[in-house]
C-alpha cells in the first residue's frame, strides 16, 4: 500500500511547490508537521467515515484538504460534484467507479483521478468491500480560480 503513496505524494508536493513558487511564501500559515490517523479528525456518516489530516492554508495553497475516506459497498459520500479547487483522489484498498465529466470508468487500488476546477468528478464503492480513497484539494495562492464555463 505505501507503494502506492509514492505518485499521489508527488503529485501533490509538486503542486505545493509549484503554489509556492508562484505565491505568496511570506505569509505563514502552518508549520512542517507528521499528523498520525489518531491525530486526525474523525468523521463518521452513513456512507463510511473521513479521516481530515489537514484543512488550512500554506504558503502557496489555499482552501486544502487532505484526507481519507473510507466507502461502505454501494456508498458514495456526494453524488458527483464540481468546485473551483483542483483535487486529486487515489484509491488505496477496494474497488468502484469514477465519475468523470459524464464518463464513469473502473477504480482498483493504485488508480489516481485528477479532477481540474469545475469538472464534474466523484467515485461510488461498487465492490464488496470497503473502498479507500486519499484527497488532496487546493487552490494555488497568487493564481487566479479559473472562471466556472456556462452549462456547468
Not at 98 to 105: A, I, R, T, V
Request: aromatic residues 12%.
Amino acid at each position: 500500500m505505501k507503494s502506492n503513496l509514492i505518485p499521489a505524494l508527488t503529485f501533490a508536493f509538486v503542486a505545493f511547490l509549484a503554489g509556492w513558487v508562484l505565491g505568496d511564501r511570506h505569509s505563514v500559515s502552518t508549520n512542517s508537521a507528521v499528523i498520525s490517523r489518531d491525530g486526525a479528525g474523525r468523521e463518521v456518516a452513513e456512507w463510511g467515515h473521513f479521516y481530515t489530516y489537514f484543512n488550512q492554508d500554506t504558503y502557496g495553497t489555499k482552501d486544502v484538504l487532505a484526507g481519507v475516506a473510507v466507502l461502505k459497498p454501494g456508498r458514495q459520500i456526494h453524488p458527483p460534484h464540481l468546485h473551483a479547487e483542483e483535487e486529486y483522489l487515489m484509491v488505496l484498498t477496494g474497488s468502484g467507479t469514477w465519475h468523470l465529466n459524464g464518463e464513469e470508468f473502473p477504480a482498483t487500488a493504485g488508480d489516481m483521478l485528477y479532477a481540474a476546477p469545475w469538472d464534474i468528478h466523484g467515485i461510488t464503492n461498487s465492490g464488496t468491500d470497503s473502498l479507500s480513497f486519499v484527497v488532496w484539494k487546493w487552490n494555488a495562492k497568487g493564481m487566479a480560480v479559473p472562471s466556472k464555463v456556462s452549462g456547468q
